[in-house]
């Protein structure tokens, strides 16, 4: 597929989220649930990233939402009278007008209604908070996802937000019976035609959901939360909290790491990646319309070389390290 024909891939920065830091990277020390709702000590902001897929015959595919104004602005009203008023901050979300997603969309020529497919990697709220927006569009999702929209987390927690998605009429669950890619033993070829094809890369939820997309002589996966950031591809060393089983989460990892290996021309693009390589990755995209300029990929791949071994095991350089807010509050950084 030459580039005046391929498909291109832009992220749309739809606000940021308030997390503990431990949530981001306190897996490998047992950081639990319990842990997510009552560790006050240390938070950290990440980016929130939607990604629009252009596609040159299927026209705009949006792979997740991000977060509704509401979401941010009146939390407690908005999550009132469920457990999710109590489990997270009413600060958790910030939006700013200009990163709302229909105005981000704007910004490349496109309103919520020409989006004819909404691809959800998993039901968390800041990945479909914005999903009433596009009520008309087929809603593409794994199908242990769908099956498992009304169960809950922890017990407490239910899996789809009822608000966010109540106004879905066309679901369409996918089950990954198309060949295998890389390490993943299915997949779902979205349009036939090899440019996005559905991995499913389940642990962070039941049914979590990545996108193998083609840039002409590039490759992304976009990974929704399946990893947090590139560096989490080091599994072994850094991971993220879990709220279900750990093998599942570590199987899908390992996965992936088989296909990153396999394809020397993959980026890798999560939903929250708030890394030098993520910056890098985002801005390249936005500077050239969805595609990766070759001084980027360059870059992109020094970046990689010099933070794994050929073992996905991390420099200890690389390793994130908390920096604790100097005033004495609990919002941070990462180093």
Known sequence: MDSSTAVRVIPLRVGRTKVPYGQFYGGLDGYSGLDLATDKSAFIWVPIHAYLIEHPSE?????????????????????????????????????????????????????????????????????????????????????????????????????????????????????????????FSGSHDLFGDGSVVLLPTPGHSPGSTSALVSLGERRALLTGDALYTVRHLAVDDVRQMQTGADDLFIDSVRRMQWLHRLLPDLVVLPAHDDTPYGELLVRDLLAHDGRLSQEAFA???????????????????????????PAGGTLGSVA
């Open 59 to 183: 026209g705009p595919v949006l792979l997740d939402t991000g977060i509704c104004p509401a979401q941010a602005e009146d939390h407690a009203g908005y999550y009132g009278g469920t457990v999710l008023e109590y489990f997270t901050d009413d600060d958790e979300y910030d939006l700013p007008a200009d990163q709302r997603i229909e105005a981000q969309l704007a910004l490349h020529g496109r309103r919520p209604e020409d989006v004819s497919r909404v691809i959800v990697t998993h039901f968390h709220e800041d990945h479909i908070g914005s999903l009433p927006l596009f009520p008309h569009a087929e809603v593409v999702l794994g199908r242990a996802e769908y099956e498992a929209r009304d169960s809950l987390i922890l017990g407490l927690v239910p899996l789809a937000y009822k608000r966010s998605v109540a106004g879905v009429t066309r679901w369409r669950p996918v089950d990954f019976a198309g060949p295998e890619v890389g390490g």
């Open 299 to 325: 870059e992109l791949k020094e970046y990689e070389a010099t933070t794994f071994d050929a073992a996905y095991r991390l420099n200890p350089a690389r390793r994130p390290r908390y920096v604790a807010d």
